[in-house]
């Protein structure tokens, strides 16, 4: 038997004639995922462009009130982040299984370090009473319908927070799994999947990061 009917006996579903027709269907369904998960934020990204055309000057002076500094480092880790997910599977390709371990566990630490420091920014938010609705009290701008930027920030930044941590329970899983070596550099799927996952989410980060504080 040769070694790539080994692999693909080992790794191989039954119902996929190929393994590289199982590759692709993954694939393809986690590209499907990913177009819904986009669709759900691009009808967020929808709500916040009609609401900023609508109150432009009342959006330009609640940005005042954002921590850019957080932001930014939130920013920055999420970058390094991804850069480091994206240098695993060339690492398990090197059979350097170790490394693509380590190289998630930073990503994790990095992971959870954003989230840290984006519930230190809402802390600050509370404090002041800049919260959403009906629980708005920011006396430094008190202004008919000031809320609705906090609403927006609260509900994006809250929604993109709730992928991140499914994102650092999915490098967690992946590194066990690397750990235990059921993910290796012969069928590395598994490792992909989670990477293009953890890369939308910060790709969606890229985008909320300038419209909720520099734009």
């Known amino acids: 038997m040769s070694t790539e009917g080994t692999h693909t006996g080992k790794f191989r579903a ?3 004639g190929t393994l590289g027709a199982q590759k692709d269907a993954a694939h393809l369904g986690m590209w499907t995922f990913l177009a819904t998960e986009l669709l759900l934020f691009t009808g967020l990204f929808a709500v916040y462009a009609v609401y900023r055309w609508a109150y432009g000057g009342l959006f330009h002076e609640a940005q005042k009130h954002m921590d850019v500094l957080l ?3 939130n920013t920055f880790l999420l970058v390094v982040s991804s850069t480091l997910v994206a240098l695993a599977p060339r690492a398990l390709e090197a059979k350097r299984t ?3 371990t380590l190289l998630l566990l930073g990503a994790i630490a990095m992971g959870l370090a954003f989230l840290v420091l984006k519930g230190v920014e809402w802390g600050h938010h509370a404090h002041e009473g800049a919260l959403p609705g009906q629980w708005y009290a920011f006396e430094k701008l008190r202004v008919p319908g000031a809320s609705l930027f906090y609403t927006l920030y609260f509900l994006m930044t809250g929604l993109h927070a709730l992928h991140m941590l499914i994102g650092v329970v999915v490098l967690a899983v992946l590194a066990v799994r690397l750990r235990r070596r059921t993910i290796t550099a012969e069928y590395p799927v598994a490792l992909e999947l ?3 996952y953890w890369h939308f989410v910060d790709i969606i ?3 909320l ?6 734009a």
Not at 209 to 214: K, Q
């Open 14 to 16: 039954e119902h996929f």
């Open 209 to 214: 990061y300038p419209l909720l504080y520099l």
């Open 71 to 73: 932001g930014t480092v």
């Open 98 to 100: 170790h490394v693509a």
């Open 194 to 196: 989670g990477g293009m």
């Open 205 to 207: 980060w890229l985008f």
